[in-house]
């Protein structure tokens, strides 16, 4: 649980600049993505859970850097 906090927390403060967006943003992005994942399929009502806007843009980022 205190992981995924510290998760949120970081992308949370890229996002508004109170970080900058580095290797440990895109790295819990990924980790959120993926625990996203494991609750979606979970079905019901966490089916439609998701990402911001905002996030969504900076996890096209990190893709866009993985694959360069």
Known sequence: MEA????????????????EIDERTFASIAILTER???????GGLFADIGFSTDVKRLKSRADAVLVS
């Not at 510290?6 to 970080?19: D, K």
Request: one cysteine or more; charged letters at 25%.
């Open 4 to 19: 995924t906090s510290n998760c949120c927390r970081i992308v949370s403060e890229s996002l508004t600049g109170e970080r």
């Open 36 to 42: 996203l994942s494991r609750l979606k399929g979970l």
